[in-house]
């Protein structure tokens, strides 16, 4: 026998409905609003309450999981701190007043009392013969009397009273209080005029004295020895003059005698002065077969050698170091074991040394 078909349902009435809506409570109603608002569906909208179920739990699992704290009591924690206080206080040393905090480092200056000076009435006087204690006898302050001292001592004594009003430190109403008893004139007397010419006649002066005639440089000089010329021998050569001189003859003491003349132009002084370098060579010579005189290297103290142009002082240094850690040169070609000594000094500094 076929089965029967289902039967059809009646609608709902709008009573039913309502009925419905009532029974399923005010979770489908937000359902219900949800569905409205966003359109979505009511598998979406179950989704989004429960969702938002354990988005609210997570928020309050921290609230329901928190450990209850403590009680904190301060009592314990106050008589500490009173306890450390009193012990602070037990060893604190009694710190001494302002006057007396630096006296040990900075001792304060003891200024002997000045002595009072008992006053005396006004009475002419004469300014020349006060003493300073006179001047405070007549009311003016330590200070100011012994500037008035100073002050005749300097001018050679008082002629006027002008020449006191210029006192510094003199006031206006101090002076106007002193000037009529001071005995000497308002002001200096004029000065005595010069002696013009009368009549075509001057007064007669002194001869002038006579100065030194400048002697001229010889024209045709004859050549001479660098090494054996002193300072009157290049102040022969044109455009020497003594400060040139000296530096010539001061480096060639220092360095031991000059072996070629293109030396001179190691010389600071003539490093922009090319002519007189040329004028140095054209008068002067060294001598065939001279030896300057050589520097002990194993010997000689660092003053000595740091005072040899070659050298100067980084090189000195560094020659008496190596010296106390390796021992004494053996050979002079021990020297290029030094690396701050470039080819060039070396050979410029071969012939002024030697081994002993």
Do not use: C
Request: charged share 25%; hydrophobic share 40%.
């Amino acid at each position: 026998m076929p089965s029967a078909a289902p039967r059809p349902q009646p609608p709902a009435t709008p009573s039913a409905r309502r009925d419905r809506g009532r029974t399923a409570g005010p979770l489908a109603g937000l359902r219900r609003v949800v569905r409205r608002y966003f359109g979505f569906s009511r598998r979406e909208t179950s989704g989004l309450v429960v969702l938002l179920a354990l988005l609210g739990l997570l928020l309050a699992l921290p609230a329901l999981l928190r450990p209850a704290l403590p009680t904190y009591d301060p009592a314990p924690d106050q008589r500490r701190l009173n306890a450390w206080a009193a012990e602070l206080a037990a060893r604190r040393t009694v710190r001494p007043d302002f006057e007396n905090r630096y006296s040990s480092r900075y001792p304060r200056r003891r200024y002997a009392a000045r002595e009072r000076v008992p006053q005396v009435p006004l009475a002419p006087f004469d300014p020349n013969t006060f003493s300073a204690r006179d001047w405070q006898a007549r009311g003016l302050p330590a200070w100011l009397a012994e500037r008035l001292v100073k002050y005749r001592v300097a001018v050679g004594g008082f002629r006027a009273k002008e020449q006191l009003r210029k006192a510094y430190g003199l006031s206006d109403t101090t002076y106007a209080r002193l000037a009529p008893y001071i005995q000497l004139p308002e002001q200096l007397p004029p000065r005595e005029q010069r002696a013009f010419a009368k009549n075509g006649q001057f007064p007669e002066r002194p001869p002038f004295e006579s100065k030194p005639v400048f002697v001229p440089k010889p024209r045709n000089l004859a050549a001479f020895d660098l090494n054996g010329a002193d300072t009157t021998q290049l102040m022969q050569i044109r455009g020497i003059g003594r400060g040139y001189a000296r530096r010539v003859v001061e480096y060639g003491q220092r360095l031991g005698g000059f072996r070629q003349e293109d030396q001179l132009a190691e010389i600071f002084a003539f490093r922009d002065a090319p002519d007189l370098i040329d004028s140095l060579r054209k008068y002067t010579f060294v001598a065939p077969g001279f030896t300057p005189a050589r520097l002990d290297v194993n010997a000689s103290s660092f003053e000595v050698l740091q005072a040899h142009p070659y050298l100067g002082k980084r090189l000195a240094r560094v020659l008496v170091a190596y010296r106390q850690q390796h021992g004494p040169f053996q050979q002079p070609t021990d020297l290029r074991k030094i690396r701050i000594l470039d080819e060039a000094t070396f050979e410029k500094l071969l012939p002024y040394i030697e081994l002993k």
